[in-house]
């Protein structure tokens, strides 16, 4: 019965759609846009990525044409937490790729397989994943190590001067690889329970990085979206703008 959900169910029904409908979706596929990676960091807010915040970034990146391919590293989680508790699940142990493999529908690849040659940008989407499994900003702050195929990656975008995309907390990685990158993760100050995460700005700030949303020079480009509490759309229309950003400074 599962196999039923597989490739070859969806090509039956692909088959049998009425004729309108398959019109409908060949008209609106466009010529190939800019090739962007997205780096995933697992499933789920408290442990990996953000899923609200990937999924905006796919619909982003959809709607300005970009052809897609996702990432995570191949590597244990620090842990697992349950999200229905908020509590950490002691006796559980996930694999970062497998999990991430949850967001991208079963199409994702080692991020050791990530090159530059294959890809005009790179954008990190947020959840706690980043600092936990990218990095161990979570338990180190400022003092934190990278994961080292997620510092390769940044430093040859860089290095290459393709643009970086990166929301919420996974500014972090930006501030502690590349010297002097200006980022946002939004304000310094908790204003009433708006910005929860308000200590990350300070630790970005000791990092050397700065506040910004767009930073031409070092093409890079950041938005707050989960750091702050807000309404979903702000931080779907906030993670758009990054998305536009982006794309505009691949010049396709």
Not at 33 to 47: M, N
Not at 106 to 123: E, M, Q
Request: aromatic share 4%; charged share 20%.
């Amino acid at each position: 019965m599962l196999a039923a959900c597989g490739p070859p169910f969806r090509a039956a029904l692909c088959r049998a759609a009425p004729p309108g409908i398959a019109a409908f979706h060949s008209s609106s596929r466009r010529p190939r846009g800019a090739r962007v990676a997205v780096v995933l960091s697992g499933c789920g807010v408290y442990d990996g990525t953000e899923i609200h915040e990937a999924s905006a970034i796919l619909v982003h990146l959809s709607r300005g044409g970009a052809e897609v391919q996702m990432y995570a590293p191949d590597v244990p989680q620090m842990h697992v937490v349950d999200h229905s508790k908020g509590q950490p699940a002691e006796a559980e142990s996930r694999n970062v790729l497998v999990e991430s493999a949850r967001i991208a529908r079963g199409k994702i690849t080692s991020l050791a397989k990530l090159t530059t040659a294959d890809h005009d940008a790179v954008i990190f989407p947020g959840g706690f994943g980043a600092a936990k499994n990218l990095s161990t900003f979570a338990v180190d702050g400022k003092d934190c190590k990278v994961n080292r195929e997620v510092e390769r990656v940044l430093k040859d975008f860089h290095k290459a001067g393709k643009p970086i995309g990166l929301c919420c907390i996974s500014p972090v990685l930006a501030a502690k690889v590349l010297s002097g990158a200006e980022v946002t993760v939004g304000h310094e100050e908790e204003e009433g329970g708006k910005w929860p995460y308000a200590g990350t700005a300070g630790a970005i700030k000791e990092l050397g990085g700065k506040h910004s949303h767009v930073d031409t020079k070092n093409k890079v480009v950041t938005t707050p979206a989960f750091m702050c509490e807000t309404e979903l759309h702000h931080i779907f229309d906030g993670i758009g703008a990054m998305v536009k950003n982006v794309l505009k400074l691949t010049g396709k």
